[in-house]
């Protein structure tokens, strides 16, 4: 964490991203990465708590959560750019595509059966491929991983819902640590996994489910963060779209 900026108190507006065109903004081929699909299934099921989903992100989740590296988010450039929980690589796909030779963008992931898949699709996948001189894959947990620089971009595909209501926030308050002045901050949650839980859980289960999702909203609420639901994805995600403020000239001045 840089020693002059401590953890925002508040957000800047920024434009909302419901009902954007994503069309032309991401040239991915629609069937790359469809290979490491088993091996999300299976891992899923292995290893439910930290993975969290049934299916990797559609592209258009991963369009979505990529949306600070649009030519239009007018993000600071070079951009370095941290995605938490990279699983097989929708996303850490969807942000290469948009990155150019001088951004750096950072993977964390951690399961290591991901990171060794991963691994493999930045050798074999186009997209991934032409942009692998700029990726890291660093293995490991966010919890624990040193990261060695700031970032402008955090992209954080965490299973938030299945996590403790304390461990969200230290994630939270780790991301603002290292998210620049006027840098951007993505994450989601899945639509509808609280119903399911209040029938089949524990109503201990159920009230830890309801508090992280009052954490997620409080944070957001307090950050002026944006929401918007991406409907094309199994299951459907709300997807949280925060910005801190720009650096003011004094504090600059200072720095
Ligand atoms: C919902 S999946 C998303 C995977 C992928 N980004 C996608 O969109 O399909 C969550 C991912 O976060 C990873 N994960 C869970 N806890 C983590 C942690 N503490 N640090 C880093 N990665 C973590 C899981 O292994 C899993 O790959």
Same mark, same amino acid.
């Given at each position: 964490?840089?020693?002059?900026?401590?953890?925002?108190?508040?957000?800047?507006?920024?434009?909302?991203?419901?009902?954007?065109?994503?069309?032309?903004v991401?040239?991915q081929?629609?069937?790359?990465?469809?290979?490491?699909?088993?091996?999300?299934?299976?891992?899923?099921?292995?290893t439910?708590?930290?993975?969290g989903?049934?299916?990797?992100?559609?592209?258009?989740?991963?369009?979505?959560?990529?949306?600070?590296?649009?030519?239009?988010?007018?993000v600071?450039? $070079?951009? %370095? !750019?941290?995605?938490?929980?990279?699983?097989?690589?929708? +996303?850490?796909?969807?942000?290469?595509? *948009? =990155?150019?030779?001088?951004?750096?963008?950072?993977?964390?992931e951690?399961?290591?059966?991901?990171?060794?898949?991963?691994?493999?699709?930045?050798?074999?996948?186009?997209?991934?491929?032409?942009?692998?001189?700029?990726?890291?894959?660093l293995?490991?947990?966010i919890?624990?991983?040193?990261?060695?620089?700031?970032?402008?971009?955090?992209?954080s595909?965490?299973?938030?819902?299945?996590?403790? $209501?304390? %461990? !969200?926030?230290?994630?939270?308050?780790?991301?603002?640590? +290292?998210l620049?002045?006027?840098?951007? *901050? =993505?994450?989601?949650?899945?639509?509808?996994?609280?119903?399911?839980?209040?029938?089949?859980?524990?109503?201990?289960?159920?009230?830890?489910?309801?508090?992280?999702r009052?954490?997620?909203?409080?944070?957001?609420?307090?950050?002026?963060?944006?929401?918007?639901?991406?409907?094309?994805?199994?299951?459907?995600?709300?997807?949280?779209h925060?910005?801190?403020?720009?650096?003011?000239?004094?504090?600059?001045? %200072?720095?």
């Amino acid at each position: 964490m840089c020693a002059d900026r401590q953890p925002m108190a508040w957000f800047a507006p920024l434009p909302s991203v419901e009902g954007m065109d994503l069309k032309h903004v991401n040239p991915q081929p629609p069937n790359a990465l469809a290979l490491p699909r088993p091996l999300f299934v299976r891992e899923a099921a292995r290893t439910f708590r930290d993975t969290g989903a049934v299916a990797p992100s559609s592209r258009h989740l991963a369009d979505r959560l990529a949306a600070p590296m649009w030519p239009s988010s007018m993000v600071r450039r $070079p951009a %370095a !750019v941290l995605e938490v929980g990279a699983g097989t690589g929708p +996303v850490t796909r969807a942000l290469a595509a *948009l =990155t150019g030779p001088a951004d750096r963008l950072d993977a964390v992931e951690i399961n290591p059966r991901f990171v060794s898949a991963l691994s493999g699709s930045l050798r074999t996948d186009p997209v991934l491929a032409s942009a692998a001189d700029r990726i890291r894959i660093l293995s490991g947990s966010i919890t624990e991983m040193p990261l060695d620089r700031d970032y402008d971009v955090i992209v954080s595909c965490l299973p938030f819902t299945n996590f403790d $209501p304390d %461990a !969200v926030r230290s994630i939270l308050d780790r991301y603002l640590s +290292v998210l620049v002045p006027g840098g951007h *901050l =993505t994450f989601f949650a899945y639509l509808g996994t609280h119903a399911l839980r209040s029938v089949v859980s524990s109503r201990t289960e159920a009230a830890r489910h309801r508090e992280v999702r009052a954490v997620l909203d409080t944070f957001a609420r307090q950050h002026s963060g944006r929401q918007s639901v991406v409907w094309r994805n199994l299951p459907p995600a709300r997807v949280w779209h925060l910005r801190t403020p720009e650096r003011s000239g004094r504090q600059a001045d %200072a720095a």
